[in-house]
T-cell receptor, first 115, second 114 residues
């Protein structure tokens, strides 16, 4: 069975600090896809980034970076120089490589960035 | 491009009433998902469609819930009769029928059953 675990329920940082959100996944698929979504206080769910299972390189986009480590089944997401607008709940999600395109979501991490 | 459009944004109704939530997916997307989000249970997948056909409705809580997708540009989620425990935010999402593609979510419908 597939599973996504976000052990950090809440993180609080001060603006300009770097913060890493942890995600651990379980799957038996050899091909799979991982996603991060952001849910700001306004409530919408916004797609941020995607990673496929055969690409373990670190990737950076602006203040965001993400790293897939298959050896530890982790897919971590880092925000550099955090800002108050980054305050949100962040969800990690897993999609299998089979016929289904269902997403398995983690329980989310609430990030509070203090000014 | 228009995103996923859900209506209404908010719904307050009394227990026992029928509730219909609506969703218009992104044009060209052929997979559509209905989720429910509560503090207690987080994000739950209720049902999803591929090419207008229900594929997995195992998350539908009970017979009071039903969902339809009569065409590629419209879906409804109906609750009849509604109960206070149905109060939640209901999200619709759409994507292409490939596991590599991200789902794109509507703004949600905040449902309150009194």
């Amino acid at each position: 069975a597939q599973k996504v675990t976000q052990a950090q329920t809440e993180i609080s940082v001060v603006e300009k600090e770097d913060v890493t959100l942890d995600c651990v996944y379980e799957t038996r698929d050899t091909t799979y896809y991982l996603f991060w979504y952001k849910q700001p206080p306004s409530g919408e769910l916004v797609f941020l980034i995607r990673r496929n299972s055969f690409d373990e390189q670190n990737e950076i986009s602006g203040r965001y970076s993400w790293n897939l480590q298959k050896s530890t089944s982790s897919f971590n997401f880092t925000i550099t120089a955090s800002q108050v607008v980054d305050s949100a709940v962040y969800f990690c999600a897993l999609s299998g490589g089979g016929a289904t395109n269902k997403l398995i979501f983690g329980t989310g991490t609430l990030l509070a960035v203090q000014p | 491009d228009a995103g996923v459009i859900q209506s209404p944004r908010h719904e307050v109704t009394e227990m026992g009433q029928e509730v219909t939530l609506r969703c218009k997916p992104i044009s060209g997307h052929n997979s559509l998902f209905w989720y429910r989000q509560t503090m207690m249970r987080g994000l739950e997948l209720l049902i999803y469609f591929n090419n207008n056909v229900p594929i997995d409705d195992s998350g539908m809580p009970e017979d009071r819930f039903s969902a339809k997708m009569p065409n590629a540009s419209f879906s409804t989620l109906k609750i009849q009769p509604s109960e206070p425990r149905d109060s939640a935010v209901y999200f619709c999402a759409s994507t292409y029928d490939r596991p590599s593609q991200p789902q794109h979510f509507g703004d949600g419908t905040r449902l309150s059953i009194l």
